[in-house]
């Protein structure tokens, strides 16, 4: 995934960077905009997480993220489809028994 974004990034004000939410660190109030996407349902203790980015936001800053819905998990089958290989290709809808 990181390779695909560099590849399809044009500017070098952009850096990207591998590593748990939790060891993020960057200075008091760095950034307008925090976004995080399909993560933070998998971090063991969320409040420190919360500190840490309130602390990176500029005043008025905003933090915009999303969370997966728990239907998609509450039948207990969560799986994969399959190619004819057996390889993943993606997540099936969990919310269909």
């Known amino acids: 995934m990181l390779k695909e974004a560099k590849d399809r990034t044009n ?8 590593g748990a939410i939790e060891d993020v ?3 008091k109030e ?4 925090i ?14 997480v919360c500190v840490k980015m309130y602390e990176m ?12 819905h728990p239907v998609f998990t509450a039948f207990g089958n969560q799986d994969w489809i399959y190619d004819e290989k057996g ?11």
């Open 30 to 33: 760095s950034f307008d905009l």
């Open 25 to 27: 660190s960057f200075e």
């Open 11 to 18: 500017d070098d004000r952009v850096i990207y960077m591998r």
């Open 35 to 48: 976004i995080s996407s399909l993560a933070f349902h998998y971090v063991e203790s969320f409040e420190p």
């Open 57 to 68: 936001l500029k005043h008025k800053g905003d933090l915009v993220f999303s969370v997966e």
């Open 87 to 97: 390889n993943k290709i993606h997540g099936k809808n969990s919310a269909v028994p």
